[in-house]
Structure formats: C-alpha cells, structure tokens
C-alpha cells in the first residue's frame, strides 16, 4: 500500500508516453478494413471490464454486408453466455443429460448476455423486435443463445448494414471454455457476433450445445478493452495501443485483427509477459525449404515462412516451462507452415490459461490457451502437444473455417492428424503418462513412449459402430463419441488415408485444400473433391466406407494350415480293369519313391482370410497377404476384400510359418491387429510376461487387502 | 522396555517365525494364480498364434495395448466385478491366517504347517468377530470422521490460488487418511493380540478392554506401529529399486522380474509377521506394568 503513490506516478508517465507513442496510430484505429477487402463484415468493440461486479459492459459497432442474391428481412446473433443463464438454456439440458461429462452452474454464478441497445446507425430501434430462436432438433424451448432481431425493410443484396449495440455481459464462473476464477479472466464467446448467412438456406446460426464449437463469418476487429491498470491483457490481433485513463486507475487497451472470426482475451494481475519472435530464416534451413518444395511442386519462393511474432502469457508457477513453451510453438509454426501454408498473421499468442477458468486447450484466430501443470516430465510431451494442437487449430478452423456444428471433424480431425505428424517430426514419441494429484508417475514408472496415431488408433476402433464422423457435433450418441470421432476416429482415418496414397501426396492434398479455402468455409465434399484430384482417382469410396456411416473396419486371417501335399491316394482304383487297392503302406512306400526322385517335399499352405467387420476397401485397394516359410521365402498375394472370406491355396517346398494380412500395416483404422495375423505353432513368452505383470499387480491388491483383516 | 527395544525382539520372532511370511506368501500366490488363470488362457486362445502375441513380450506398446482394450472392453468389466466376490474370500481367508500367525507367535515353538492350521481354525471365529467389528471401526473412521476431514480440506482448497495448493492438500488428505488407517488397524491388531495371548473368547469384551489398554499407551504402541509401517515402506523402496536395474526384455530377465516380484511380495507378508509380532512383544511387556 505504502508504494502506491510511487506506482501511480510511473503508470501516469508511462500512459503519457504511450498516449505520445500511439498517437500515429489512433488515426488508424478508425474502422478500416484490415483485410483490405470491401464490403467485408467489420466489428468495432468497446468492452469494459468491472473486476469487481464480475461483469462486461460494452458497445458493439457491426457492419455487415449483404453477399447474396437474397433480400435478408432480419439478423442472427449469438448470444452463447445465455447458455449459462438457467436450466433451461440447450447447453444445460444436454448436459443434464450427459450427467458426468455435463457442466453444472452453481447457485449464484449463473451467467448472460442482455442487449440494451440494437440500433441501426442511422436510427430505427431494433430491440422491439428481438426474438430468441429455437430451432435446433431436439428443440429446447427457453434457450435464449440465438437472438433475431428484424429490419425494418429487408436488407438489399449488395446492402451493408451499420448496427450499434450495447450490451452487458455477467461472466461466467470459469465454464466451458470462458470466466473468471478470483481475478484472473478468460473471455471467449462473449459478444454478439452474427451467424453466417448462406444464400438459398438462409441464417446458419446454431444455439450454444455442449458438444459443439463454433462458426462464423471472416471480419475485420477492432476492440477496445478497458481493465484496471493492474492487469496484464492479452488478445486476439496484434495491440496497437494501451491508453491509461486520467487516474491511472484503467487501461484501455486496442487490438487490431484483419480476417479472423473470432475475438478472445485474457486478462490477470499476475501474468507474466514475454514476446519473442519466430525468425523464419533461423528456424528453417534452405535444404528443408527445398525438400518441402519439392514434395509439394511448388517454387522455393512459395514455400518460405514470414516471420510471426510470438506472445506468451503465462502464470508464475509455470514460469519454469517457458522454454517448453516456445520450443513447441516454434516447432508448430514451422511445420504447419512448411507443410499447409505459411502463417498468413503478424502474431500469435499463446495463453497459459488462468487457475480454474476452464479456458485450457481451446483455439481462437491468433490466440489460443495451452494448457500444464505445476510439474511435468520432459518425457511427457506435456504442453507441447496441446500447444501445437491449438496453435494448428488457426489453420484447421481458423483459417479454412469450417461449420463446427455440422463438420467439425474438418478442423479436430485433420487438426489431431497434424498434431500427431508435427510432433513426430519435431519431437519423436511422447511417454504416456498418468499422474496422482499433479504427480507426474512417469517420474517413477516406465510407461511406453507412442506416437499420437497409437493413441488415436485406440479412440477409433472403441467408436466405430455408434456414430458416422460426420454426425452434427450435438447429434452424437455422447459426447464421448462427439470426441471420439470427431478427434481420434477423422484422425486415424487420415492416417490410414496417408498410409495408402504416400506420405507426400497426403502433403499435398492437405497444402491444396488449406490454401485452396483459406478465409472460406469448406466442407466435406470439398475435401474429397481435392482428395480426388490430386490423387486423379476416385477415392470417394474411402470416405463413404469411413466417414458416412458407422462400419467397422477389421480384416483378418481365420485360419493357416500347412501340411505335405496330398499326391497319392488311398482306396481300391481301377486299373487295367482290375480293382487295385492302395494301402498305407503301399502311400508311404510311393512317397519315399517320389521324394528320392525330387528331392524334397511339396507342402500345401492354406490361408483363409475373412472380413469381420462390414467396411470393405474398394477402389483400386487391395488387401495384402503375406505368407512367410520355413525356408525363409514369403509370398504375397492380394484380395480385392469384397467378400466375407477368401482362400488362398499355394505350394511350396517349405512349411509356412506364418501368415499376416496387410503386413504393412497400411489400415491403421483396422480394429483388431491381433488377429492380421497367425502363425502355425503357437508362442506364450508374450502371453506369460503379460499374465505375470496382471498377477504381481493382483497379488499387491489382495496383500493390501490383508491390511483390512 | 522401549518402543526401539520391543522392535528390535519383535523383529528378531519375525526373523524366527519367518516360515509364516512363507505361508502368507503361499496362500497369495495360489489364490492370485487362481484369479489370473481365465486372463491367461483368454490371452492364450486370442493371442499365442498371432504375432501381436510375441509383441506383447517385447514390452509395452500402445497398439496393442489398445487391441487388448478394444478386444476385452466388455471381458474387462466382467473380469474387474469378478475379482469383487474372491477379493472377499480373500478377505475371509485372511481372517483365518491371522489366526495361524499369532497363535504361533505368542508360544515359543517352532513353526510347522500342522499347528500353524490348527491354530487358524483356533482362533477363526474370535477373529471373524473383531473382524466384523472392525468393519464398524473403519465406516466410522473414513465415512464420518474422514467426510468432515474431506470438508476442512475442501474448504481449504475451494480458495487456492494455485495448483500447488490443491496437490498440497490432496497428499496431506491422503497422507491424514493413511494415518486414520493405521490407527484402526492397530487398534485391532491388539485386540486380536489380547484374545490370543489372553485366550479370550469375547470379541466384543476385548474390543472394549483394549480402549483402556491403549488409550494408556497410545503413543508408544501407534509409534512402534510406524516404525513397522517404514520398514514395509522402506522394503517396497528396495524392490522398486531392484525392479528399475532388471532389463525389461529377454527370456532370463523375465524369469528375473518375476522372481524379484515374488520375493517382494514375500517381504510383504514378512512385514505383516513382523507387525504382529512387535505387538505381541507390546502387549507383553505392557499388559501388566505401569502405563
């Protein structure tokens, strides 16, 4: 308290000079297309935060511009901090339903959004006619997450509309991805923001779901956020001024972002700061810029990464993993680059997110939140994977900015492929690790290293049968599937899907769908589309198999047998119009006769290979078997896969030993490698070493139990 | 006679009665054999003609890891509520053991399988009682007390600043739970004592008569009951230890592994020899002197 005078002072000089410094830039901050775009939809947001009330007070100016052939009669706004307002709100009742995955609001911390004023620039008050929508199937009648509000005349195509908003916002206490925990904030979804119109089907505006993200139309931003002076703000864009009120008491802070569609920000007495810069010409060598564009036939110059300017907010007690921290982000913006497309903004901030605020792990345009704890191991690719996840994410969402409600494995799928394939490269496999109250037990145990498509792989094949991929996010059976599908099911199939066509065509057919729809709204369709043309086959079969319906994959051997070739037969046969018969003696005798003549014996291999599950590789794809003998020679053949079962004959002078389908390992999204293959004698070390780790772990829990008796 | 000094005699009978520890070894070794044996012939059937199979020998690795899971995801449900019912046997057989390892405790004979039986059957049902009872003791401890400890922690974590707080309390809590623990379990251990070494036959009359005999001596009994408890903990330090030098693949090391497994769990039922006889050697030499 007693240094308070002091700190007054030097906030009063410092906001002095920052004034004096920014005063170039204050003329800029008039609303200006930052995109450069006309007629491009523009937000100029003034928002206050009151530290004390829990609450945001602000002013919203949008423009929005009319791109259809359609005469538009109203607007759509997301209101989503309703979805915390009662029990009533859609977001609620699924997770009443849901129950353990759910999130509950507690008495007295229920949160909202109220318009308290929606003008028209040039007058007319639309707040007469604001009606909230509920129009999602299962409907939930009370949800208050999607407002309309009506012109008075319908506005024209080729129209833009200037609206003037206010509005208060109560925060909510650290749920689903925004609040406040003590202090410290993170605001997401917090504006009024328009849903997307799309002419011939008109608003796209979803209500708030539980198992759902978000979509949006590219704007320009610009906002305005006034905090106490004690706070240390980060946003989405880049700051262009910090203006300190009279008093010294607050701080306005200005962002400024072109082309994104969606605006988030943190705010906390305690953050500690850093900045940094991504030196494209340090983290990248020539040879790596010329082997990218090589695999991706494009010129040196097109392949080049800018420089980005890397922010960093982050807590004090994980001050030690700052380093972690860059490394990650650095190894994202390179790779994701190098691979989909350089970074096309000036910066990126990555939010160590606030205690308790339930903002860990989530993606905005420029500015995502990580996400670690007090302790963690360096085996552990713990932050790095959730930072090169969410940082991908400005890619897959933020830039190719798919309609999270009805496709959301477009951004989780192909952004958990990438994840995966970005970690490998920069960093190699990860310990799977668990932890006891934030211990890391990888201090202490040994748990297996693995690759992200490992673990994917398990997610996949537990959710196969219940919901297609490309289900609307809140359609989904649970949420569990919801995840399981849109996350680790889309991810494991692109890794099959890269499995077949090459790891560089895989390069390039996501490289030419990212810049290909860059600041677009993509869909499914449109993947396959570019799938099909850079592979110049028709591979819509894969995705029908895989992403449309609810097939499991599992191709496998039933059976192996491999004996001497039958040649000589027992019986009574005629010959020279007699009966003859042949014995087992006279078989072994004409055996020994015919192997002295040969030299070796023939033997008969027999590989039957079934389809357990309905998905069936079409196409020009086969399944491979692979049939390995004594002698050491091996066989291949290929099954077109169609039917149920197939049997494959072949003969050798060797016993076979084993048999294995796709021994490549190409179908990754098969659900059951353990039975790809079989051999002909039996092996039990595997099994033994696995029975006696079960039963030491048993005999410790019933020698603990000894302590009850 | 000193808390160090009863340890070090208490620690010399567990030393001699060891061939108990052998016989706890024995019974949890066969009734784990029993329980793992349907795991090991479903891994067998599913697994020992496939060449997942000699991964499995390999180590651990995520893929099968997760065909292991996706193939028994309903098997593993039915396997863990199926261990419910023997883990209660268990329970039971335990009940009976005890009875086997005090008696032989309290004389001064050798140990032999015969009178080691025939004193588990002696003492069987007394044991059964205190161990009914004792069921009573834990609810009170862990469901009344420990929800009230539960609150204070809570209210102490619902304000931390940090996650450091929130680990803090979550170790103390556990930390606290453990020494509730220990404080049940000896409390009746001696009263299991008094019944042998007094050849009381009323469980409930023991229980009451061991309030007084400890709430004397609390400190000093509870004080040698930790001691035990750190040389079990400092005998899982050496196995764990011992387990990170053995290499994790290869026929020997396997055999190795399992053999240093065994002989862990062995020390184990050592140390449960060693807690009774400490508190034989307690009960003795305080039963009748001065508190």
């Known amino acids: ?709 | 006679m000193g808390t160090f000094k009863i340890f070090g005699s208490g620690f010399l009978m567990a030393g001699r009665k060891a061939r108990l520890a052998i016989y706890l070894w024995l019974a949890n070794f066969l009734f784990s054999l029993v329980l793992v044996a349907p795991f090991y012939f479903l891994l067998q059937r599913d697994l020992a003609r496939s060449l997942a199979g000699e991964k499995l020998f390999q180590g651990q690795d995520l893929l099968w890891l997760g065909d292991l899971v996706y193939k028994y995801q309903n098997v593993l449900a039915l396997f863990f509520g199926w261990l419910v019912v023997p883990s209660l046997f268990y329970l039971v057989l335990q009940v009976f053991l005890n009875g086997g390892i005090l008696g032989r405790i309290s004389v001064g004979e050798r140990v032999n399988l015969a009178a080691f039986l025939s004193d588990s059957a002696k003492y069987f049902w007394r044991f059964f009682r205190v161990f009914l009872i004792s069921i009573i003791g834990y609810v009170l401890v862990f469901v009344f007390i420990g929800r009230g400890l539960s609150s204070l922690f809570k209210i102490w974590t619902e304000s931390a600043a940090t996650q450091w707080t929130t680990m803090a309390a979550s170790f103390l809590r556990l930390f606290v739970f453990l020494l509730l623990f220990s404080i049940v379990k000896m409390f009746f251990d001696y009263v299991k004592v008094s019944l042998v070494i007094e050849e009381g036959k009323k469980a409930i009359r023991a229980t009451l008569a061991n309030f007084q005999f400890l709430g004397r001596r609390f400190f000093r009994a509870w004080g040698l009951f930790l001691i035990v408890g750190l040389v079990f903990i400092g005998l899982s330090i050496g196995y764990y230890l011992g387990a990170k030098l053995i290499p994790k693949s290869g026929v020997i090391p396997l055999v190795i592994l399992f053999v240093w497994h065994q002989v862990y769990i062995l020390a184990m039922s050592w140390t449960t020899v060693l807690f009774f006889s400490t508190e034989c050697e307690f009960f003795k030499t305080h039963k009748y002197s001065p508190p």
Request: proline share 5%; net charge neutral.
């Open chain 1, 1 to 709: 308290m007693e240094k308070a005078p002091n700190r007054a002072c030097l906030i009063l000089s410092l906001s002095l000079l920052a004034i004096l410094f920014c005063l170039p830039f204050l003329e800029a901050t008039q609303i200006t297309p930052a995109s450069g775009k006309k007629n491009f939809t523009r937000y100029e947001i003034w928002v206050e935060l009151d530290d004390a009330a829990k609450m945001l007070k602000g002013k919203e100016d949008i423009f929005w511009f009319n791109h259809t052939r359609e005469e538009i009669p109203d607007i759509r706004l997301h209101l989503y901090w309703n979805g915390f307002k009662n029990e009533k709100s859609t977001l609620l009742q699924e997770s009443r339903e849901e129950s353990l995955l759910g999130i509950q609001v507690e008495d007295r911390h229920w949160s909202w959004i109220d318009l308290k004023k929606a003008n028209l620039a040039d007058g007319p008050d639309l707040l007469p006619t604001l009606e909230f929508i509920n129009q999602d199937e299962p409907l939930h009648p009370g949800d208050q997450t999607v407002a309309r509000l009506v012109f008075p005349q319908p506005l024209l195509p080729g129209e833009e509309v200037h609206l003037k908003l206010e509005f208060e916002a109560k925060i909510p206490r650290g749920l689903l991805r925004s609040g406040f925990y003590k202090d410290s904030y993170f605001i997401a979804q917090w504006f009024p923001k328009p849903g997307v119109y799309e002419e011939g089907k008109g608003w796209n505006c979803y209500e708030y779901h539980l198992s759902s993200e978000f979509f949006a139309d590219f704007a320009d931003f610009i906002v305005h956020i006034t905090v106490p002076a004690r706070f240390v703000v980060g946003a989405s864009g880049k700051q262009v001024s910090a203006v300190s009120d009279r008093e010294g008491k607050k701080v306005t802070y200005t962002f400024q972002q072109g082309s994104i569609h969606d605006f988030a920000w943190t705010a906390a007495p305690d953050f500690i700061k850093l900045e940094r810069d991504f030196i494209a010409d340090r983290e990248v060598s020539e040879e790596e810029y010329r082997e990218v564009a090589k695999k991706l036939s494009l010129p040196l110059e097109e392949v080049r990464l800018p420089d980005v300017r890397m922010i960093l907010l982050i807590k004090p007690e994980h001050k030690s993993q700052v380093e972690r921290h860059f490394k990650a982000l650095r190894a994202a913006i390179k790779y994701y680059g190098l691979w989909y497309g350089p970074y096309p903004y000036e910066t990126v901030t990555m939010v160590d997110p606030p205690f308790r605020t339930a903002s860990g792990g989530m993606e905005y345009p420029t500015l995502f939140t990580a996400g670690t704890g007090v302790l963690r191991d360096k085996k552990v690719l713990s932050p790095e994977s959730v930072i090169v996840h969410e940082f991908g994410h400005g890619y897959w969402y933020g830039l190719a900015a798919n309609n999270e409600f009805e496709e959301a494995w477009l951004d989780e799928g192909i952004n958990t492929y990438s994840t995966g394939k970005v970690l490998a490269k920069a960093y190699g496999p990860g310990m799977f690790s668990t932890s006891l109250f934030g211990l890391p037990l990888s201090w202490f145990f040994d748990f297996p290293f693995y690759y992200d498509r490992e673990f994917d792989r398990i997610g996949a094949i537990m959710i196969a049968e219940i919901d297609p991929i490309t289900a609307f996010s809140w359609r989904f059976y649970k949420r569990v599937s919801y995840g399981l599908n849109v996350y680790f099911r889309a991810s494991t199939c692109l890794h099959t899907l890269e499995r077949l066509l090459g790891e560089d065509q895989m390069v390039r057919i996501l490289q030419t769908f990212q810049m290909r729809f860059r600041f677009k709204h993509p869909r499914t369709q449109d993947f396959i589309d570019v799938v099909n043309e850079m592979t110049a086959r028709d591979m819509s079969w894969f995705f029908e198999e895989l992403f449309f319906t609810t097939l499991n994959f599992d191709y496998g051997i039933a059976s192996l047998k491999s004996s001497e070739k039958k040649e000589f037969f027992r019986g009574m046969f005629d010959a020279d119009g007699k009966k003859e018969e042949i014995t087992k003696k006279d078989l072994a005798g004409m055996k020994k006769k015919r192997e002295k003549a040969e030299g070796q014996k023939i033997y008969t291999t027999e590989v039957k290979v079934r389809r357990f599950g309905e998905a069936r590789v079409r196409g020009e794809a086969a399944v491979k078997l692979r049939v390995f003998f004594e002698d050491g020679s091996e066989e291949v053949r290929f099954w077109d896969g169609q039917k149920r079962w197939e049997k494959f004959v072949l003969e050798k002078p060797a016993k076979a030993v084993s048999a294995e389908i796709d021994p490549d390992f190409i179908w990754l999204i098969d659900s059951n490698i353990a039975n790809n293959s079989l051999k002909i004698k039996p092996c039990r070390r595997g099994i033994f070493r696995a029975a006696a780790k079960v039963m030491f772990w048993l005999q410790c829990g019933l020698s603990s139990l000894r302590g009850l008796s």
